[in-house]
């Protein structure tokens, strides 16, 4: 009888040990590939680089970083937010990376360091169909122009003679403030534009000009990030180099 029980005693004790060890011991990830992980700040209200459909983020910006974390092993978190938040939010830790159209200038070069451009674009000029006084930008001088806040459609605007500049989180609402005849005139990344233009027949375009940026790129805290830098910028390079970044443009009626 004791040695039956010095039996049954063993083998409960082999099993405790064996289940304390399962419980120290981590699941493996679904993904062994997994060299770096990242929060990605984005700004979902820029269709068609960034936006949500049926409650899920979408647009240029996030199918060409999901693809690129696919195929070099980076784990991704991202993180919403308005996008004059996104600069400060990377700089205090929050994000350790911005995806969400953001042009690369000299300017934003001082506090961040940009991945290779992914995108070029230029700024659009709309009006309402029926305001004959503008014609050109010089017709701008002494008139209420609106545009997204943060934005380089921003300083252009201000940069215009005499203007009153009012500047809003989201497009839509400037949109809307130009059709109710709230303000002249509205400033916008041409890309952007279209949509809204395609959406309200009653606003039309009336002049196109260079943002004066070097094109769209990827954004991370300065000299913090060489590894994803790199990582992004081979990325990039392999879906130009196979036709997924052509696809991808495609999605969006980008090309």
Do not use: H
């Not at 199918?63 to 996104?86: Q, Y």
Request: net charge negative; aromatic share 8%; hydrophobic share 40%.
């Amino acid at each position: 009888m004791k040695k039956i029980f010095s039996i049954f005693l063993v083998a409960l004790t082999s099993l405790f040990v064996v289940a304390c060890g399962d419980s120290k011991t981590p699941t493996p990830s679904a993904d062994t590939n997994v060299s770096l992980s990242l929060k990605v700040g984005t700004a979902p209200n820029y269709k068609p680089f960034d936006y949500k459909e049926d409650a899920k983020l979408t647009g240029l910006d996030i199918d060409l970083v999901n693809e690129i974390a696919k195929r070099e092993g980076i784990e991704l978190t991202w993180v919403e937010m308005s996008f004059d938040g996104l600069i400060p939010a990377l700089k205090t830790g929050k994000i350790d990376m911005i995806a969400s159209a953001m042009s690369a200038t000299e300017e934003r070069r001082k506090s961040v360091d940009f991945s290779d451009v992914y995108y070029t674009t230029k700024n659009l000029y709309i009006k309402k169909k029926d305001n004959e006084a503008l014609n050109s930008k010089e017709d701008l001088e002494g008139k209420i122009i609106g545009v997204q806040l943060g934005t380089l459609q921003e300083p252009a605007a201000k940069a215009i003679k005499d203007t009153k500049v009012q500047s809003n989180e989201s497009l839509s609402v400037v949109i809307m403030e130009l059709k109710e005849g709230k303000i002249d005139a509205v400033i916008a990344d041409k890309d952007v534009a279209k949509g809204f233009l395609k959406e309200n027949a009653d606003l039309i375009e009336f002049f196109e000009e260079e943002d004066g940026s070097e094109g769209f790129s990827f954004a991370f805290d300065k000299d913090k990030q060489k590894e994803a830098i790199e990582k992004f910028n081979k990325g990039l390079k392999d879906l130009k180099a196979d036709g997924t970044y052509d696809k991808i443009l495609a999605k969006y009626e980008l090309n």
